[in-house]
């Protein structure tokens, strides 16, 4: 059972109301029209703007003056409300929404605002990753008070009327949720008063947001299945909060246990094993060794020097001192959408753990695990040169796949002189690269072909860089599972398909342009990773495998299926080797989110073990 939080924006969650009069105030100036009283601006919010200033004007919508002031609106918005958004911030809106996820709310906003306008307030105000679902006035057909914005935030989250609330502070909110069915709060510190909404009926009228708060808490039913949502939150977070552990062991080992522990959550696994599972591998690793205890930072990193020390693994403990403090100074959103860019040419690195750390937090919505992810990605940065990359017309139409399946019988046709310059190549251990990778072994051949690279790698096809993104992440998806399926068990190809689920979250944290970036980075990379092995799956076998399962389709509710993954749950539990739950956790997101494609769940049965590590190590790490 889904429970549902709706919430208005202006003047529910931010005290918008002030800062949009001023607004109509500057668009009317910029038209030449005369000043409108600032109570009948009031009166307006939480109608779409063309209604608001066809109204204001006293014109029919299509008359070009309302398009005017829109457009002059929206400047204002840019220039006036986004400075300020933090200040406007209600009291105990963001504790009360963190306590409301904390309880396992589905956290959405229905709003009269364009969705990019909205979407950069709530970004401003630092309050977007609190939100699942944002639904705008130009979402829908029917914009607020009709109760298509309350139904499509219960559609795309499967949700039932009856297990969700609406809370606003105007009369279209509160008759948006009547017609959907669904509760609702009204809160009295908005545009409309009390007396007016009361007229609307709301299920419940509140002061305060502290109030409203425990309004949705003491009313919507619990889940059949939790005993207590804030107590076993409580205890995922406080393992991902944990700041006792160094981020690697044994040199350049991963501390992965993280990233089980996001796996099991999400697999619904009880809060107490998860902490049992947790405690055992810090204490006795699956490679037989216990993680290491956190390092007090010895370095100051700041803007002037972070570049400089990008894949220096030099003291991750100031490089999260570093993040740490930027994200307190811009936000979260800001951080990132500061910093990524830079770094996403490094996802390699670490065999791509720094990647999964950063992308898993985003994902399960912990603060200080995202920050440790940024500044694992710092620390371990292996560049994988995109620059390099140049877009061939050469390979027209091709999608993910087909790019796949020529390259594999390029290698299939070169395989002996590929083989033996890739062995040439890794032999080759005078290159500027940090010695603790040559101790690794299989991270030292990945730095080294990322560093030398290969002619085929940089040919880049369209769909790269013109491909909707989220159509080449479905794809690319698709991709690195058939590889994982060609050579089940083979632990680099899982990390391309954990890495990709990462991948897919920190792209969404970007600005939509810089998105293929992310892509390109992604097809780098994993061509790099796949060349440096110095073999490639045969095509033929990828194509018969593509053939059994490109349009094999599950039926979701199909009780036989439920009861398999119910068994894999179950085994991967039961795993020491803590990259099967993660297999199982992306494998069955992966498949929920195609609506059923076989390959998904076919491919989460397919366990690895956990490597032997090789005779490098018995040399002392390099640390």
Same mark, same amino acid.
């Given at each position: 059972?889904?429970?549902?939080?709706?919430?208005?924006?202006? /003047?529910?969650?931010? &005290?918008?109301?002030?800062?949009?009069?001023?607004?109509?105030?500057?668009?009317?100036?910029?038209?030449?029209?005369?000043?409108?009283?600032?109570?009948?601006?009031?009166?307006?919010?939480?109608?779409?703007?063309?209604?608001?200033?066809?109204?204001?004007?006293?014109?029919?919508?299509?008359?070009?003056?309302?398009?005017?002031?829109?457009?002059?609106?929206?400047?204002?918005?840019?220039?006036?409300?986004?400075?300020?958004?933090?200040?406007?911030?209600?009291?105990?809106?963001?504790?009360?929404?963190?306590?409301?996820?904390?309880?396992?709310?589905?956290?959405?906003?229905?709003?009269?605002?364009?969705?990019?306008?909205?979407?950069?307030?709530?970004?401003?105000?630092?309050? !977007?990753?609190?939100?699942?679902?944002?639904?705008?006035?130009?979402?829908?057909?029917?914009?607020?008070?009709?109760?298509?914005?309350?139904?499509?935030?219960?559609?795309?989250?499967?949700?039932?009327?009856?297990?969700?609330?609406?809370?606003?502070?105007?009369?279209?909110?509160?008759?948006?949720?009547?017609? $959907?069915?669904?509760?609702?709060?009204?809160?009295?510190?908005?545009?409309?008063?009390?007396?007016?909404?009361?007229?609307?009926? @709301?299920?419940?009228?509140?002061?305060?947001?502290?109030?409203?708060?425990?309004?949705?808490?003491?009313?919507?039913?619990?889940?059949?299945?939790?005993?207590?949502?804030?107590?076993?939150?409580?205890?995922?977070?406080?393992?991902?909060?944990?700041?006792?552990?160094?981020?690697?062991?044994?040199?350049?080992?991963?501390?992965?246990?993280?990233?089980?522990? *996001?796996?099991?959550?999400?697999?619904?696994?009880?809060?107490?094993?998860?902490?049992?599972?947790?405690?055992?591998? *810090?204490?006795?690793?699956?490679?037989?060794?216990?993680?290491?205890?956190?390092?007090?930072?010895?370095?100051?990193?700041?803007? &002037?020097?972070?570049?400089?020390?990008?894949?220096?693994?030099?003291?991750?403990?100031?490089?999260?001192?570093?993040?740490?403090?930027?994200?307190?100074?811009?936000?979260?959103?800001?951080?990132?959408?500061?910093?990524?860019?830079?770094?996403?040419?490094?996802?390699?690195?670490?065999?791509?753990?720094?990647?999964?750390?950063?992308?898993? $937090?985003?994902?399960?919505?912990?603060?200080?695990?995202?920050?440790?992810?940024?500044?694992?990605?710092?620390?371990?940065?292996?560049?994988?040169? @995109?620059?390099?990359?140049?877009?061939?017309?050469?390979?027209?139409?091709?999608?993910?796949?087909?790019?796949?399946?020529?390259?594999?019988?390029?290698?299939?046709?070169?395989?002996?002189?590929?083989?033996?310059? *890739?062995?040439?190549?890794?032999?080759?251990?005078?290159?500027?690269?940090?010695?603790?990778?040559?101790?690794?072994?299989?991270?030292?051949?990945?730095?080294?072909?990322?560093?030398?690279?290969?002619?085929?790698?940089?040919?880049?096809?369209?769909?790269?860089?013109?491909?909707?993104?989220?159509?080449?992440?479905?794809?690319?998806?698709?991709?690195?599972?058939?590889?994982?399926?060609?050579?089940?068990?083979?632990?680099?190809?899982?990390?391309?398909?954990?890495?990709?689920?990462?991948?897919?979250?920190? $792209? &969404?944290?970007?600005?939509?342009?810089?998105?293929?970036?992310?892509?390109?980075?992604?097809?780098?990379?994993?061509?790099?990773?796949?060349?440096?092995?110095?073999?490639?799956?045969?095509?033929?076998?990828?194509?018969?495998?593509?053939?059994?399962?490109?349009?094999?389709?599950?039926?979701?509710?199909?009780?036989?299926?439920? !009861?398999?993954?119910?068994?894999?749950?179950? !085994?991967?539990?039961?795993?020491?080797?803590?990259?099967?739950?993660?297999?199982?956790?992306?494998?069955?997101?992966?498949?929920?989110?195609?609506?059923?494609?076989?390959?998904?769940?076919?491919?989460? /049965?397919?366990?690895?073990?956990?490597?032997?590590?090789?005779?490098?190590?018995?040399?002392?790490?390099?640390?």
């Amino acid at each position: 059972m889904t429970r549902v939080a709706m919430f208005d924006l202006d /003047g529910t969650l931010v &005290d918008s109301p002030r800062a949009i009069v001023e607004a109509f105030g500057v668009a009317f100036a910029a038209m030449g029209a005369d000043p409108r009283d600032p109570a009948d601006i009031r009166a307006t919010i939480g109608l779409p703007l063309e209604q608001a200033f066809a109204k204001l004007l006293g014109v029919p919508q299509d008359d070009p003056r309302v398009a005017e002031g829109v457009a002059q609106y929206q400047e204002a918005f840019r220039t006036v409300i986004l400075p300020r958004a933090r200040s406007l911030v209600f009291p105990g809106v963001a504790e009360g929404l963190d306590e409301l996820r904390r309880r396992g709310f589905e956290l959405t906003v229905a709003t009269s605002k364009f969705h990019a306008s909205a979407d950069a307030l709530l970004t401003a105000a630092g309050l !977007r990753d609190h939100f699942t679902v944002l639904i705008g006035a130009d979402d829908v057909t029917f914009p607020k008070p009709h109760p298509e914005p309350g139904l499509l935030i219960l559609e795309r989250l499967d949700a039932r009327p009856e297990h969700a609330v609406m809370v606003g502070d105007t009369t279209h909110d509160l008759r948006m949720a009547e017609a $959907a069915g669904i509760a609702s709060v009204a809160v009295t510190y908005g545009v409309h008063q009390r007396a007016e909404l009361e007229a609307a009926r @709301p299920t419940y009228v509140a002061e305060t947001f502290p109030e409203v708060v425990a309004h949705i808490v003491g009313t919507l039913p619990r889940t059949t299945w939790v005993k207590d949502p804030l107590v076993e939150a409580a205890l995922v977070d406080e393992m991902l909060n944990d700041r006792t552990h160094h981020i690697e062991f044994n040199g350049h080992l991963t501390n992965h246990v993280k990233h089980a522990v *996001v796996a099991l959550a999400g697999l619904g696994i009880a809060p107490e094993r998860i902490k049992a599972y947790h405690d055992n591998y *810090v204490t006795l690793t699956p490679y037989g060794c216990p993680v290491e205890p956190a390092r007090a930072p010895q370095l100051t990193i700041d803007d &002037d020097n972070w570049v400089q020390l990008l894949g220096k693994r030099q003291d991750f403990a100031a490089h999260c001192e570093f993040f740490d403090r930027r994200e307190r100074e811009l936000g979260m959103p800001e951080m990132l959408r500061r910093y990524l860019p830079r770094l996403l040419s490094g996802w390699v690195g670490a065999l791509q753990h720094a990647t999964i750390h950063l992308g898993w $937090a985003l994902d399960a919505g912990n603060r200080w695990m995202a920050i440790e992810g940024i500044a694992y990605l710092a620390f371990a940065h292996v560049d994988c040169h @995109p620059e390099r990359a140049v877009v061939s017309e050469a390979y027209g139409a091709e999608l993910p796949k087909d790019s796949l399946l020529r390259i594999a019988g390029y290698w299939e046709d070169n395989r002996q002189e590929l083989g033996a310059w *890739v062995q040439n190549l890794v032999d080759d251990t005078t290159s500027d690269i940090h010695p603790e990778l040559l101790r690794s072994g299989l991270q030292h051949r990945i730095a080294r072909m990322l560093g030398e690279g290969h002619p085929k790698i940089y040919e880049t096809p369209a769909w790269v860089t013109d491909q909707d993104t989220d159509a080449s992440w479905d794809q690319l998806a698709y991709l690195v599972t058939l590889l994982y399926l060609a050579e089940p068990g083979d632990f680099l190809l899982l990390h391309l398909m954990t890495a990709l689920h990462a991948m897919r979250h920190i $792209a &969404d944290a970007l600005p939509e342009e810089q998105r293929p970036e992310a892509v390109k980075c992604y097809w780098t990379g994993i061509l790099g990773v796949l060349f440096s092995r110095g073999h490639f799956s045969l095509p033929g076998k990828l194509t018969a495998l593509d053939s059994l399962f490109d349009t094999a389709v599950d039926d979701v509710d199909d009780p036989r299926w439920n !009861r398999e993954w119910e068994w894999l749950i179950a !085994r991967a539990a039961e795993e020491e080797e803590e990259h099967n739950p993660k297999l199982v956790y992306v494998m069955r997101a992966m498949w929920r989110n195609t609506g059923g494609r076989s390959i998904y769940r076919v491919a989460a /049965g397919q366990f690895t073990a956990t490597p032997e590590l090789p005779a490098t190590f018995e040399q002392p790490p390099v640390d």
